[in-house]
């Protein structure tokens, strides 16, 4: 899996849809709902149930980091199951919005 | 990662949103893209290096933008402003490419090898007329520069300022929230292309998901009337436009109840002005924000509620503060260094030193960027106790009037041309309605120089902003002992003489 910035992908569980903002500085692998991400342009509809340990969903607008690898995400869709790098859950990055400048 | 990323996910998320234009006219972001596709493969079908655009705002602009971004020709926007002269170097300086001109500066433009004119008109009707087209995504391009643009050099003839894709969306992705304005959002866009809010206006509309509306060409009464009839909730301007929409609004009686922000930058606000606007739109929130084409737009900026709590206190310290660029971004590193490049302590002048994903701090062909990433603006400023950073201006003098940069360097060539000029100096000095004005102090051979002529050899040899509007004679010019031309004792001395304005 190369999650290399501007990489687009998708959950196998649900709806979410996820653009990578930085990249792991260690190869792993990204899960939503408890399952392996798929590329975007994958063509299966998404299956399968999500992990109730993997359920708190994924919001659009919002970006989710795993501190120890670096990873950031953002939700480009939102989706029912919650992000994770390697099985360790992401977090919520809690940034204020700046306002308009341009 | 590349611009059209941006747009590719807000039309993914939200298709049927309005993009760019006005009431039925208006493309939503399905079609934004599509279009923009459809120029992408025309642009990549023509084989030529670069895309450059010389024309008035409207929304092929953003369109024509995004599809160089996808095709991965650098988009080159000219300003229309320049002499013919001037513009028609830029244009060589631009091939190999396609030149997207407006009708009406299409004589403007002399043949030049490699550079295929297109009429804007003939531009529209392939691309911006008709339904929505079928498209796919096109291959992704290889060519991580995303713009090309032309900044007024200092010395003499303008540098290509290197925008790269991952400058452009680092700055978006770390100051706005994906999709974070809501439906009926619109912002009004009067900077021109070749100016970088142009740009970043483009990028962070498409990923905030708000509605651009553009007026082709700034007039005061244009902005006041399409902002109350599109209902416009955001606006940028720079300072000399915000000074004429407030007389606009004062004769017209126009409170514009929908605006809910309005950023400012690009030059010195006078403190008249801003606190008349705050008196005047009470309703809106007014950002500062400073930022250079290099540094890929706004660097630092002071927010709604630091206007407000400046402008209703008694204490000195924060009051001034209505003056600031305010705080540097949070993805932004930003220093005051002294000439030796140590850094300043608070309230220490010297030189604006910053570091972030967004700073290109690049040329073509030249990296003005160190080692370790630090980019010297060149503008001068300072830091108060609470982090407020004061922007003083350009370290090397050049004018920056009502937006636009002039070079005091060629109108001082200009002048030294004529026999009675024994020295000069053309300065910038601190004005009320431009932010500054260009003057001339002149050494004068025979005691009694002819001002009126060599005001109109520079109105028409450059232009007419370029032109002195306050001529002085001196005996001599200060130097320093190297020989240096002490321009800022001479700005000192002038500034009150000419402030009256």
Same mark, same amino acid.
């Given at each position: ?102 | ?18 993009? !760019? ?58 300003? $229309? ?5 001037? /513009? ?28 295929? !004119? ?88 498409? $990923? ?120 540097? /971004? ?32 690049? $040329? ?112 001599? /010019? ?6 240096? !031309? /002490? ?6 001395? !002038? ?7």
């Amino acid at each position: 899996m190369d999650l290399k910035p501007g990489s687009r992908w998708k959950s196998a569980v649900c709806d979410a849809q996820l653009v990578v903002v930085r990249p792991p500085k260690t190869p792993g692998e990204l899960q939503c709902g408890g399952a392996a991400v798929v590329p975007i342009d994958d063509p299966v509809a998404p299956s399968g149930s999500i992990d109730a340990a993997f359920a708190d969903s994924v919001a659009i607008g919002k970006r989710y980091v795993d501190e120890e690898s670096g990873l950031e995400v953002l939700g480009a869709k939102p989706g029912k199951g919650s992000l994770a790098f390697n099985g360790a859950a992401m977090t919520i990055k809690g940034a204020k919005p700046l306002p308009a400048s341009d | 990662m590349r611009t059209s990323l941006l747009l590719d996910i807000a039309a993914d998320a939200c298709p049927d949103r309005a993009a !760019l234009g006005c009431g039925d006219d208006a493309f939503d972001f399905n079609s934004y893209r599509a279009r923009a596709r459809c120029v992408a493969a025309w642009l990549a079908g023509q084989g030529k290096a670069n895309t450059a655009f010389l024309g008035m705002n409207g929304t092929a602009l953003p369109v024509l933008f995004f599809a160089c971004g996808m095709a991965g020709t650098p988009f080159v926007p000219l300003n $229309y402003r320049l002499s013919d002269g001037e /513009l028609n170097k830029l244009v060589a300086r631009s091939a190999p490419s396609i030149l997207i001109v407006d009708d009406d500066m299409l004589p403007r433009i002399a043949a030049a090898a490699g550079v295929e !004119l297109i009429a804007r008109s003939d531009f529209e009707a392939e691309f911006m007329a008709g339904p929505t087209p079928d498209t796919h995504e096109p291959p992704e391009a290889e060519n991580d520069i995303a713009v090309l643009l032309f900044t007024s050099g200092t010395t003499g003839d303008p540098k290509a300022a290197v925008l790269r894709h991952a400058n452009l969306t680092s700055y978006v992705m770390a100051s706005v929230e994906f999709l974070g304005a809501d439906e009926d959002e619109a912002t009004l866009v009067s900077v021109p292309a070749y100016h970088i809010a142009g740009i970043s206006a483009i990028l962070t509309a498409a $990923y905030g998901g708000r509605r651009i509306v553009y007026l082709p060409a700034f007039t005061a009464e244009d902005w006041v009337a399409t902002a109350a009839a599109e209902g416009i909730t955001h606006a940028m301007v720079v300072p000399t436009m915000l000074d004429r929409i407030l007389d606009v609004m004062a004769a017209t009686g126009e409170t514009l109840p929908a605006l809910r922000a309005l950023s400012y930058g690009g030059g010195k606000m006078p403190e008249t002005v801003i606190v008349r606007a705050l008196a005047m739109l009470p309703h809106v929130a007014f950002v500062n924000a400073y930022g250079l084409t290099e540094t890929s737009s706004t660097i630092s900026l002071l927010g709604a509620d630091d206007h407000r709590a400046a402008f209703a206190s008694d204490d000195p310290i924060i009051r001034r503060r209505i003056a600031s660029v305010g705080q540097p /971004l949070p993805s932004i590193e930003l220093e005051i260094r002294r000439d030796d490049g140590t850094p300043c302590g608070t309230g220490e002048h010297g030189e604006i030193h910053v570091r972030g994903e967004q700073v290109s701090g690049e $040329y073509l062909h030249k990296k003005a960027i160190a080692e370790d990433g630090w980019f010297a603006t060149n503008d001068a400023g300072w830091i108060d106790e609470g982090g407020y950073l004061f922007v003083e201006g350009r370290l090397d003098d050049v004018i920056v009037r009502g937006g636009e940069n002039i070079s005091p360097g060629e109108i001082e060539d200009l002048l030294r041309s004529f026999d009675d000029i024994a020295d000069c100096a053309v300065l910038g000095i601190p004005c009320e309605r431009w932010g500054e004005k260009v003057v001339a102090v002149i050494v004068s051979r025979s005691g009694a120089p002819d001002t009126a002529a060599m005001a109109t050899a520079i109105r028409e040899r450059l232009r007419s902003t370029k032109t002195p509007e306050a001529w002085f004679v001196r005996d001599e /010019l200060p130097y320093n002992e190297t020989g240096k !031309l /002490l321009r800022r004792i001479l700005k000192a001395e !002038l500034a009150e003489a000419v402030c009256a304005d």
